[in-house]
């Protein structure tokens, strides 16, 4: 079973002058195969910040503390390394690959992740099974990567490549914000059967409660000021959606 364990973890963001302003102040958190944990917290806390470090973007500094994917140093691999051990992460804001279909971009990275290419005759199963279930047009295999995709689209597409790359950790940040009801519930379906298969540890950053009355969180961290300052089981969930973020913004002082 995979264990991503994260200790004391200090983050900077690079400003563009070259300054650092710190952002994570010590975040302590583990996430095993087979375990839904959620991020709770208000705008601007830092819950991005902690996705991008993990997932090794260059404009994150890390300052302080530990990253390790069954006891390897994951801050010390590329971007490309964390993904080979299994991390996953679905980004808030996606990039366009101008001139690469989707198809040929599953295929790559599937490949690129396990060392091999994909049996093609059951790669073409699963991929038309992964976007069946999530209601997508056949057709969008054949779209480039991101371009003119409309919000669900964008959604829909992380979706399919976490359930087809089936990695040990997988980092879903904002995955609910613009989808309308159906699109949600869709979505939500694919995040539940990567959980239900059992080999996928998740972590659902959101601020939102929406998308864990379809995904029932095993743990819940409130994240405010760039550190966790609660935890508890799904039901502190449906306590946030009661009482919102102003009782740990009044104790920690106002977010960054
Ligand atoms: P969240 O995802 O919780 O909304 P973020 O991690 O996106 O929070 O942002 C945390 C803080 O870091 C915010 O105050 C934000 O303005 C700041 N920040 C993030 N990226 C940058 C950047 N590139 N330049 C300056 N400030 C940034
Ligand atoms: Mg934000
Ligand atoms: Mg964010």
Redesign the pocket.
């Given at each position: 079973m995979s264990t991503l364990e994260i200790r004391g973890l200090q983050v900077s963001?690079k400003?563009p002058e070259g300054d650092l302003?710190p952002?994570l102040a010590g975040v302590d958190l583990t996430v095993r195969a087979g375990e839904t944990h959620a991020i709770m917290?208000?705008?601007?806390?830092?819950?991005?910040?902690?996705a991008?470090s993990i997932a090794g973007h260059p404009?994150y500094e890390v300052t302080g503390g530990t990253v390790t994917l069954d006891g390897e140093d994951v801050l010390a691999m590329s971007v490309d390394e964390r993904a080979r051990a299994g991390l996953f992460l679905a980004m808030?804001y996606p990039v366009e690959v101008p001139g690469v279909s989707v198809a040929n971009f599953l295929r790559t990275a599937k490949t690129a992740i396990d060392g091999e290419a994909p049996k093609l005759r059951t790669w073409v199963g699963e991929l038309k099974s992964s976007m069946e279930k999530l209601q997508m047009d056949p057709a969008f295999a054949q779209r480039n990567v991101n371009e003119g995709f409309s919000g669900g689209e964008k959604k829909r597409h992380e979706i399919v490549q976490m359930e087809l790359l089936k990695p040990k950790i997988a980092i879903l940040?904002e995955t609910d914000s613009g989808l309308d009801i159906d699109a949600l519930r869709v979505v939500s379906g694919g995040i539940s059967r990567v959980r239900e298969a059992g080999d996928t540890g998740l972590l659902l950053?959101t601020?939102y409660t929406r998308i864990l009355r379809y995904v029932k969180p095993d743990f819940v961290h409130v994240?405010v000021g760039g550190k966790i300052v609660e935890e508890g089981g799904s039901e502190l969930a449906d306590k946030l959606e009661d009482e919102g973020y102003e009782r740990y913004l009044a104790g920690a002082g106002p977010?960054?």
């Open positions: 963001v400003l302003k952002i917290g208000p705008n601007g806390s830092g819950k991005s910040t902690l991008y404009r808030q940040d950053i601020h994240f977010a960054k």
